[in-house]
């Protein structure tokens, strides 16, 4: 078929059907004979949101938007393009959390998820039980964390994995990783999901689990997307606590608060285990939770100004009706022997769903302020445990507190290589813990370009000094240095691209097989 003949007749057709703008693009023409052609966008609205994410530092601007009443419309369209001598990009849009155009396709088509739970058609949340799962959530893969959250506590219960903020779809977390405070204790989220239904990029619609077409279930957790579209996850659930038990530590001495955080995980007492930086120029209290009363910001800034970097430990334990009369007791135990500051130890006592949703409340006010909208050059690392204190010194100190220009919080705390299973398409480095490092930038007055440029300093400080650090929800120009990000999985990487995305149609905006 001549699938790229751009009829001027038909282009003039579609303007009269009022759903699409002129078909200028190289997207085949013939798509709009199928039977979704009506919920194919071309419209300014649609292209807009489709071309931009939360980075708001790459644009990619797509032919159409494809907004899915069903399962069956994402079948149809990449079933179409596969079967096109010159097949078509498309890309998955969950919550356009990226930062780097992940979910863009330049010239493709973006399928929009949200819209499966506008027409109420996708597999929703539905809980569920069976003797060899226990409790279990069959989740639509577009479906928000927030959503998952209130409707397993419908019946008490909830997953056990989480990220930190939680208007994230299921699908793009499960493509990353999904990493918090929980996973030294249960893994990340690609960890704690039994069964996936997944539209390969050939247009198969295939059921995979760690027994079933167990090579498509390894690949696409962690998979960026290059393997297929998640449209249903069946997640574990455990009992939903009522409450918890949220404490900060301070620490001026890195190794103290480093071996602290280690200590912590090791032991099988807490639920949540954290960690970041205060300092001039990344206060206590950030977007990320407003934690701190103002007279202990005020302690904790001319603790701050005394020492230069301060270092918050982070945990939570979680008690319910029947553990409140033991939790603090609990506590004092767990926190026996660890050497934060005397005297800067924060205490609250709150629900365990603000817990989970503390990053909302923050979103809500710089997005009144209209800071939410604005470039995010992100870093996000794992650095083995065995080259921390270097990290330390060569980035926190000698880089990021001397520039002084870092925008946003900063996140360091450690995770437990044996939560992760190797089968699985996503990477860390090769020692038992891990550090993940999130350095969350809001664009400065100096622009995203400078805090990008201190990115790349610190990520040639680590190539100079041989940390073996991995980026999370990375981005990468070129194939050698994917290639080297997945180190010994990229052979393994690349033949299931081959297997279930011969043609290479998905997440372009990775860049990993082609360009955006
Ligand atoms: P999108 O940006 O829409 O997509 C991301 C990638 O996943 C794309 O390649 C896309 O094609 C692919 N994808 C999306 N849906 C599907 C699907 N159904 N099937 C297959 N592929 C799909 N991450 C953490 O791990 N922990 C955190 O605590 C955390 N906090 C965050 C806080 C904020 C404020 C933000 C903006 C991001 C945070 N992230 C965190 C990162 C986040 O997990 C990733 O950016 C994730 O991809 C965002 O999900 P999304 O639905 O917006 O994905």
Not at 358 to 371: A, D, F, I, T
Not at 413 to 429: F, G
Request: contains cysteine; charged residues 20%; aromatic residues 10%.
């Amino acid at each position: 078929p001549t699938c790229f003949i751009v009829l001027f007749i038909i282009s003039r057709l579609m303007s009269i059907t009022g759903t699409l703008s002129p078909w200028a693009s190289s997207v085949p023409i013939e798509l709009l004979k199928l039977d979704i052609a009506p919920r194919l966008h071309t419209d300014g609205q649609a292209i807009n949101l489709a071309s931009t994410d939360y980075g708001r530092i790459v644009q990619a601007i797509p032919a159409a938007v494809l907004h899915p009443s069903s399962i069956d419309d994402i079948v149809t369209l990449l079933k179409f393009s596969y079967n096109c001598s010159d097949p078509f990009r498309v890309a998955v849009r969950g919550h356009g959390h990226s930062v780097r155009g992940q979910a863009m396709a330049d010239n493709g088509v973006v399928v929009d998820m949200t819209s499966l739970n506008d027409y109420n058609n996708g597999t929703g949340i539905r809980v569920s039980r069976n003797p060899s799962l226990g409790f279990y959530a069959d989740v639509g893969g577009e479906q928000l964390w927030i959503d998952v959250l209130h409707a397993t506590l419908e019946h008490g219960l909830a997953p056990v994995s989480w990220t930190d903020y939680l208007y994230l779809s299921v699908g793009g977390t499960l493509s990353n990783a999904g990493i918090s405070g929980q996973s030294f204790r249960h893994g990340p989220q690609i960890s704690n999901v039994f069964e996936m239904d997944v539209i390969t990029g050939k247009g198969e619609f295939v059921t995979c689990s760690k027994h079933t077409n167990n090579d498509l279930f390894y690949a696409v957790l962690g998979g960026l997307g290059q393997f297929g579209i998640i449209t249903r996850a069946r997640i574990a659930l455990d009992k939903a606590p009522n409450r918890a038990k949220w404490v900060r530590m301070l620490y001026h001495d890195f190794s103290a608060f480093t071996r602290d955080q280690e200590h912590l995980i090791s032991i099988n007492g807490l639920d949540y285990v954290e960690g970041s930086l205060i300092m001039q120029q990344s206060p206590p209290n950030n977007w990320r939770s407003s934690f701190f009363s103002l007279s202990d910001q005020s302690r904790i800034a001319s603790l701050s100004t005394k020492h230069g970097i301060i270092y918050c430990l982070e945990v939570v334990k979680y008690y319910d009706d029947l553990t409140v009369d033991n939790i603090d007791e609990e506590l004092q135990v767990l926190f026996k022997g660890l050497s934060f500051l005397s005297g800067f130890i924060f205490k609250r006592d709150v629900s365990y769903v603000d817990f989970l949703n503390r990053v909302r409340s923050g979103e809500l006010k710089l997005q009144s302020k209209g800071l939410w909208e604005v470039p995010h050059p992100w870093l996000n690392l794992f650095v083995p445990k065995s080259r921390i204190m270097d990290f330390n010194e060569g980035v926190f100190v000698d880089i990021i507190n001397k520039q002084n220009k870092t925008t946003g919080p900063i996140l360091v705390y450690p995770l437990n290589r044996n939560k992760w299973d190797d089968r699985m398409s996503a990477v860390i480095p090769d020692e038992d813990t891990s550090y993940s490092i999130g350095l969350l930038h809001s664009s400065g007055d100096n622009g995203w370009e400078d805090l990008d440029e201190q990115n790349n300093e610190i990520l040639q400080f680590c190539d100079k000094v041989g940390i073996k650090a991995k980026q999370y929800l990375p981005h990468y120009r070129t194939k050698e240095e994917w290639m080297n990000h997945f180190g010994s999985k990229w052979d393994i990487f690349q033949e299931r691209k081959a297997q279930f995305d011969p043609k290479m149609i998905l997440s372009p905006g990775q860049r990993i097989f082609n360009s955006v």
